[in-house]
Nanobody, 124 residues
């Protein structure tokens, strides 16, 4: 089974920054994408960012472009999401996930597995 260890969530003021980390195991890094989606209470799931494990291509939702950066440390088998200029509407539970990325604006073509999530709250 794919396993995830997510961390880095918390509370921050608008304009602040957080970095999420996800150590993943039990998946094919050569064929699968890895990244993040989020879900706020009462709202549908939103793709946030995806990184292609094959060629390193990165994909972002329009609402985070220029603010969030996804990266991976292969030696540590860990993916990161650097979040800057956070807004109240970024408040959600963020989930690390594996699947396949898409450039069509939805970030994820398919999501196959995900972790328990780490909450992010942006408020003053």
């Amino acid at each position: 089974q794919v396993q995830f260890v997510e961390s880095g969530g918390g509370s921050v003021q608008p304009g602040g920054s957080l970095t999420l980390s996800c150590a993943a195991s039990g998946f094919s890094s050569d064929s699968n994408g890895i990244g993040w989606f989020r879900q706020a209470p009462g709202k549908e799931r939103e793709g946030v960012s995806c990184l292609s494990s094959g060629d390193g291509s990165t994909y972002y939702a329009y609402f985070v472009e220029g603010r969030f950066t996804i990266s991976r440390d292969n030696a540590k088998n860990t993916v990161y999401l650097q979040m800057n200029s956070l807004k109240p509407e970024d408040t959600a539970v963020y989930y690390c996930a594996t699947g396949s990325c898409t450039s069509g604006g939805s970030v994820w073509y398919t999501v196959e597995n995900w972790g328990e999530g780490t909450p992010v709250t942006v408020s003053s």
